[in-house]
DNA sequence: TCGAACCCTCACATTGATGTGAAGGTCAAG
DNA sequence: CTTGACCTTCACATCAATGTGAGGGTTCGA
């Protein structure tokens, strides 16, 4: 397919299509006219992409953990540095802080929004967090 | 206590403590010569923005959500207009999303190194090529 | 009294992720 | 053949989060 299709498929501009083409992070095929041509698989791609990227991961990040993702079955490790392991580790571990972060502060909210609207019980306390 | 204080006790630089309160996030008094003034809540109160930041919210949010999340107790609703619980609700979603996407991938980068350090050399293509 | 170590404001630079528009090629349908 | 809807590249604009440094005041100890 081409870019607009792939476009209105993932509801990602095509301008973001180009950038993350360029960031490395897909490498579409060209046609003869010079247009991209887009495999099936890209939808999720870019779909994981943008979950990635909203999740607050760099483009340069998430350029070297593509390649561990790619599908159920399809594991097919690209000759893993020791230097990629660690950023992997490191990464992984700034995924879970990021994710403690959120939750803690997702769950204030949600005690926060429950007792305003006279959901709950009178006066609640709803303690949150740091980094 | 001062600035440079507050920083070497949260690991933010100075730089960035006025820019958050340039952005409203925080407000401290400030001494006659000027010299800005921390109250010790504010210990906490900074690593949870950065816990916010790093997380991916914006400033802008992290303005609106900050005053739910106080303190253990201290909790005073400002006036919740029904503007802002829409935007609570609303980022409370994202927040849950965010949350789901990193925590995915989290375990996929996780299984992925699992699988690629001790455990059986048996799938994949490794290519040894060297730069 | 002097210097070091703080603090202030101002303001420009940079990076990453985007928006936007110009100038132009391709192609199918009227 | 022309028009409109695609596509291309290029390049400048913007926004948030930072870095950095200039120019200058304050405080404190030697």
Do not use: W
């Not at 791609?45 to 943008?50: D, G």
């Not at 571990?93 to 959901?119: K, Q, S, W």
Request: with cysteine; proline share 7%.
């Amino acid at each position: 397919m081409r870019i607009g299709e792939l476009s209105e498929r993932t509801g990602i501009p095509r301008r973001l299509l180009r950038y993350y083409e360029e960031q490395g992070l897909i490498t579409p095929e060209r046609c003869e006219n010079g247009y991209r041509s887009y495999d099936e698989r890209l939808v999720d791609r870019v779909q994981q992409i943008r979950g990635l990227l909203d999740a607050g991961l760099p483009t340069r990040i998430i350029k070297q953990i593509l390649p561990c993702l790619d599908g159920p079955g399809t594991i097919h490790f690209p000759d893993p540095t020791p230097e990629m392991l660690t950023t992997l580790e490191l990464e992984l571990d700034r995924m879970t802080r990021r994710i403690d972060c959120l939750a803690r502060n997702r769950d204030a909210i949600a005690a926060y929004l429950e007792v305003v609207r006279g959901d709950g019980p009178s006066v609640g306390d709803a303690r949150s967090v740091e980094a």
